[in-house]
C-alpha cells in the first residue's frame, strides 16, 4: 500500500473520534490538535496494528505525535 | 524561568471547581479514628467503610496486632536499609516462609509495596529486544513496570482471549515474551478468563506472571487467587501479590516455582534500592497469612456479604459493572462527573464511604462509585449502605432502571 493510501485509511479510522471537526493532515497532532486522552490513542492504536496486521509497541507511542508519524511508521512496518 | 507546575493549571482548576461548589474533596479524606475493619470517624461522624479492600478483615485481628507489637518491641521501628544490605532481619524471612507455605510454591520475594513488586518485576523480566504483553485494563503499576524496562509493550483488548491471541501470533517466535494478567480487575471487579488465556500465552512460548492483589484470601480452595480457582497454578510462572487488600498490612511480594529465581534480588531495581518493610510490618504480615490459609468461614462471609450487597444493589436498579458478583468489588456505574460526586458525597453524609473513580483511572471512560466488601461486614451493615443508596439517589436524582446493564460479563470459576 502506498503511504498516500495509509493516510487516506489513517484518517478514516481517525474520523469518528475526530469530534471536534479539526481538519486532518500529516502534521495534525493527537493530543494537541485532536485532544485525545492516552487512552484514546492506545485504543486507535490497537485498531491500526489489526487493519495493517502489524505491532506499533506502546514505547514507540511518545514519537508519534501527528497523523504523519504514524503513516510513516505504518508504511515502514506494513508487510 | 518557566514554572513547571503550570502544565497542572486544568487539574487543579478541575478540584477547585469541586470545593468552590461545596463538595467535599474525593481525594481528600482523613479518617480520624479507625474504628474497626469496617468503621471509621470521617468528618466527625462514624462511617461504615466499603471501599478499603480490607477483604478478611485482618487489620485488627488480635494475633496480627500482638506479632506486631512484639516485633517493633523487639527489632526496632524500622530497618533503615534495603533487602540486599542491613535490611532483611528474621520476620521478612518468616514472611517469606509464610508466603510460600501459603502459595505452594519454591520461592517468594517481599517488596516494600505491591507497587514496587510490579514495577520491578515486570521491569527487569522483560528487556531490550523481548515482549511485555499486557490487558488493557492493567493496573497503572503494571504500566509503569513497562515504562520503567526497555522490552517492547503491546496492549491486548481488555479480557479477550482472541485478541490476546493474534496479538502473541504477530510476535517473532524466537523472541522472549512477557504475559501479563491480573486475577480481579480492580476498577469493575470483573475476572479474567485464566485457563483460557494462560493457554494462548504457553502455546505462543511466553511466560506469564498473574498479578492476584484483589483475590487472595478468598479465591480457590487455598485462597491462592483466580489462578487456583481456574486450575493453572502449574502454568503460571510468576504470581505477584500484595498486603494491603487481604493480609491487611501493607507490602508486595511475587511467587514462584523458577529455579533460577532467586537471582531476581540481585537484579531487581526496586527491590535493592529502597528500604525494606519495618519488622512490625513483615511480622504482622506473616501472622496474618498464615491465619488466611485457615479462614474458611470469613471466605464463605465474603462471598455472602458480596452477593447481598450486588443482589441489593441490582433490585433498586443501580447499573454494575458485572452482571453477577465475579469478585469483592462492586462498580456502580454513574452517568457522568457531577452525578458520581454527588451521589459519592451523599452516601459519605448518610455514614456510607466508597471510593470516588474516573477516567483515566477506569476503562472506556466509565465514571463509578467502586465498592469493596469485607468479611466483616454485619448483615445490619448491609442493610444500613443499601438504604444509604436508596436515600442518596433520591436526593442526587440518579434515574435507576429496572432493567441493569453490566459493562462486563464473565462467568466465575470460582
Known amino acids: 500500500m502506498t503511504r498516500d493510501a495509509i493516510f487516506t485509511r489513517i484518517v478514516e479510522l481517525i474520523e469518528p473520534l475526530n469530534k471536534k471537526g479539526v481538519p486532518l493532515t500529516d502534521a495534525t497532532s493527537f493530543a494537541n490538535d485532536l485532544e485525545m486522552d492516552s487512552l484514546t490513542v492506545m485504543d486507535l492504536v490497537a485498531n491500526i496494528e489489526d487493519e495493517w496486521d502489524i505491532v506499533l509497541p506502546l514505547n514507540l507511542l511518545p514519537e508519534l505525535e501527528t497523523i504523519g508519524h504514524v503513516a510513516d511508521a505504518v508504511a515502514r512496518l506494513q508487510k | 524561568m518557566i514554572d513547571l507546575l503550570d502544565k497542572f493549571d486544568s487539574i487543579a482548576a478541575e478540584r477547585q471547581a469541586v470545593l468552590d461548589a461545596g463538595g467535599r474533596d474525593p481525594v481528600g479524606v482523613v479518617m480520624s479514628e479507625v474504628l474497626s ?145 491480573e486475577g480481579v480487575y480492580s476498577m469493575l471487579g470483573d475476572i479474567a478468563p485464566l485457563a483460557e488465556m494462560v493457554r494462548v500465552a504457553k502455546a505462543a512460548g511466553a511466560m506469564v506472571l498473574v498479578d492476584e492483589a484483589h483475590a487472595m484470601g478468598f479465591f480457590g480452595d487455598h485462597g491462592r487467587g483466580v489462578t487456583e480457582a481456574a486450575g493453572v497454578e502449574d502454568q503460571v510462572d510468576f504470581v505477584i501479590g500484595t498486603f494491603s487488600k487481604s493480609v491487611g498490612t501493607v507490602g508486595g511480594f511475587c511467587v514462584s516455582n523458577h529455579p533460577k529465581f532467586e537471582v531476581l534480588r540481585l537484579v531487581c531495581r526496586p527491590y535493592v534500592f529502597t528500604a525494606s518493610l519495618p519488622p512490625a510490618v513483615v511480622a504482622s504480615s506473616a501472622t496474618s497469612i498464615r491465619k488466611l490459609m485457615h479462614n474458611h468461614n470469613k471466605r464463605a462471609h465474603l462471598w455472602e456479604n458480596t452477593r447481598a450487597m450486588h443482589a441489593g444493589l441490582r433490585a433498586r436498579g443501580f447499573t454494575l459493572g458485572t452482571a453477577t458478583a465475579e469478585s469483592a468489588i462492586l462498580a456502580v456505574i454513574m452517568p457522568d462527573q457531577a452525578t458520581t460526586l454527588a451521589m459519592w458525597q451523599a452516601l459519605l453524609e448518610r455514614g456510607v464511604y466508597v471510593n470516588f473513580a474516573r477516567p483515566p483511572a477506569t476503562p472506556t471512560g466509565v465514571y463509578l462509585l467502586r465498592c469493596s466488601l469485607c468479611a466483616e461486614h454485619t448483615a445490619d451493615e448491609i442493610a444500613t449502605i443499601l438504604a444509604a443508596f436508596d436515600a442518596a439517589a433520591a436526593v442526587v436524582g440518579v434515574e435507576l432502571k429496572a432493567t441493569v446493564c453490566a459493562i462486563s460479563g464473565q462467568q466465575s470459576p470460582r
Do not use: W
Not at chain 2, 467503610?49 to 478478611?56: E, Q, V
Not at chain 2, 520503567?148 to 522472549?176: E, Q
Open chain 2, 37 to 181: 475493619p469496617t468503621r471509621a470517624i470521617i468528618a466527625g461522624r462514624e462511617t461504615i467503610t466499603m471501599g478499603t479492600y480490607n477483604y478478611m478483615g485482618m487489620t485488627f485481628d488480635p494475633d496480627v496486632i500482638a506479632a506486631g507489637e512484639a516485633a517493633l518491641r523487639d527489632f526496632g521501628a524500622g530497618t533503615t536499609g534495603s533487602r540486599s544490605l542491613n535490611g532483611t532481619y528474621a520476620s521478612h524471612k518468616t514472611c517469606e516462609e509464610a508466603l510460600k507455605e501459603f502459595y505452594g510454591t519454591k520461592y517468594a520475594m517481599v517488596f516494600s509495596t505491591g507497587y514496587q513488586a510490579n514495577l520491578g518485576v515486570v521491569s527487569t523480566l522483560a528487556g531490550r529486544g523481548e515482549y511485555v504483553v499486557l490487558d488493557a485494563d492493567s493496573h497503572a503499576s503494571i504500566y509503569d513496570g513497562c515504562s520503567m524496562g526497555n522490552a517492547d509493550i503491546v496492549r491486548f483488548r481488555h479480557n479477550s482471549v482472541d485478541d490476546l491471541a493474534k496479538r502473541l501470533g504477530r510476535l517473532p517466535p524466537g523472541a522472549g515474551k512477557l504475559v501479563v494478567l
